[in-house]
């Protein structure tokens, strides 16, 4: 399923990340979370996305403001790709950082949103 608030692809019926229960089946064009890498990684992703002709989106974590103040290096960067290139995209990003963490894992600033893992009661529409 597709939660539109976070533009992540959770396995549940409600989205482990912001609590969203009103999740949809994934179109073709939504724009999915990807990764989130840091200054370094985030261009050297950028470069290899372009290479395998994915389009994607990217997002300062900390926005133009901010940034300004700590510097670009420490920024991070979120990317996001449309739903159909996501799986291509997910390799490329598997084969570059080989992320120790699995897909769906929370991330850290959710932590506080323990997800039980307990179907109750599938909403179907
Ligand atoms: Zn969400």
């Known amino acids: 399923m597709y939660c539109e608030n976070c533009a992540r692809i959770v396995e549940k019926d409600r989205c482990p990340?912001?609590?969203?229960?009103?999740?949809?089946?994934?179109?073709?064009?939504?724009?999915?979370f990807l990764t989130e890498q840091d200054f370094v990684s985030s261009g050297i992703l950028e470069d290899v996305l372009r290479q395998n002709g994915i389009p994607f989106l990217k997002k300062?974590?900390?926005?133009?403001?901010?940034?300004?103040?700590?510097?670009?290096?420490?920024?991070?960067?979120?990317?996001?790709?449309?739903?159909?290139?996501?799986?291509?995209?997910e390799s490329?990003?598997?084969?570059?950082?080989?992320?120790?963490?699995?897909?769906?894992?929370p991330d850290p600033d959710s932590a506080d949103l323990p997800f039980p893992g307990e179907d109750e009661g599938a909403e179907e529409s």
């Open 92 to 105: 490329v990003v598997n084969d570059l950082f080989a992320p120790a963490e699995e897909d769906g894992a």
């Open 60 to 89: 300062n974590v900390m926005g133009d403001g901010l940034s300004v103040y700590v510097g670009p290096m420490l920024d991070r960067s979120r990317f996001y790709v449309l739903y159909e290139r996501l799986p291509e995209a």
């Open 17 to 32: 990340f912001c609590g969203n229960r009103k999740l949809r089946n994934p179109e073709a064009k939504d724009p999915c």
